[in-house]
């Protein structure tokens, strides 16, 4: 199953996500540090990031749940892909580099999407695809680069970790796209997260989560952050992404990595930042390529 026409539900679907991912790189950050005293470790983030979004989904779970022993390879795979594996590599690489640079890194998730689709999916590759793809991951790094006013995005090999984490997501959007479509949108992401929370329940307790707690009464505002992470950015946005995924084509669906920068920046105005001409024309050029690989889709 494959749809190239995104409606107006299916927009609708795409900025949502993007308001909700476009902060998720903050709340990482926050559930990491408090200003520069170290908080939860990476694999503490992580883990409790997804049992807590389990948790969440557990009304969907009990709802969904005769659908598990037909589909549970696809899930299996969904759930390490789009969840598992990003959350600790995510959480381990802005222990490191900044939100900026793991911003900027995400916006290869369309290429990375598009590249697995080719090779394994049988998706073809036109030159309007390659055009609007470059053109977002450009436009959404400019723009990252000009927010951080001049800052060094502190390169390093961490920076790897994000790259690995967005083939991660391409290869679980074209799983979902072709072998979990069927399904309602909430039993993919309930089901989905299944294979991961209860086995992050026993990685808290190895990484001794309770301890930190107890030892810092700040690790407590760490763990809220990472609450809401989990919520919105795992629970919720997996049951919207699922449902994005439902109404178009993958590489279109993906796109929303390139607008999550605009989102930041738009966060940014209404704290009272200035936007100047140079992100305002960074913006419009990230708008535009994702109408260019709407355009892509059409054909």
Not at 183 to 208: E, H, K, N, V
């Amino acid at each position: 199953m494959d749809t190239h026409k995104p409606d107006r539900v299916a927009w609708a679907l795409l900025f949502t996500l993007a308001a909700i991912w476009g902060s998720s790189f903050i709340l990482i950050k926050r559930g990491l540090f408090d200003g520069d005293d170290p908080m939860l470790s990476p694999v503490q983030l992580a883990s409790a990031r997804l049992l807590i979004a389990w948790m969440a989904l557990l009304p969907a779970l009990f709802r969904y749940s005769t659908h598990l022993r037909e589909h549970w390879k696809p899930l299996l795979f969904a759930a390490l892909m789009g969840n598992g594996i990003p959350a600790f590599l995510f959480a381990l690489a802005q222990s490191r580099i900044s939100s900026a640079l793991s911003g900027m890194l995400n916006g290869l998730t369309p290429f990375m999407t598009l590249i697995i689709g080719s090779l394994f999916f049988a998706k073809t590759i036109r030159w309007i695809h390659l055009a609007g793809i470059t053109l977002g991951f450009a436009g959404a790094a400019a723009l990252i680069a000009v927010r951080s006013e001049g800052t060094d995005p502190a390169w390093s090999g961490y920076a790897l970790l994000v790259v690995l984490g967005t083939v991660c997501y391409g290869t679980s959007g074209n799983i979902v796209k072709h072998h979990l479509y069927m399904l309602p949108a909430p039993a993919t992401a309930s089901l989905a997260l299944t294979f991961l929370g209860p086995l992050c329940l026993g990685i808290i307790w190895w990484s001794d989560l309770p301890g930190t707690l107890a030892a810092d009464p700040r690790a407590w505002k760490a763990l809220g952050y990472v609450a809401v992470l989990a919520v919105m950015s795992s629970a919720v946005a997996f049951i919207l992404w699922n449902a994005l995924l439902q109404r178009t084509s993958v590489v279109w669906a993906s796109s929303v990595t390139y607008l999550m920068p605009v989102v930041a920046v738009g966060w940014g105005a209404m704290d009272g930042e200035s936007i100047g001409a140079a992100e305002l024309l960074l913006m419009t050029i990230i708008l535009l390529a994702v109408y260019v690989v709407h355009v892509a889709e059409k054909r």
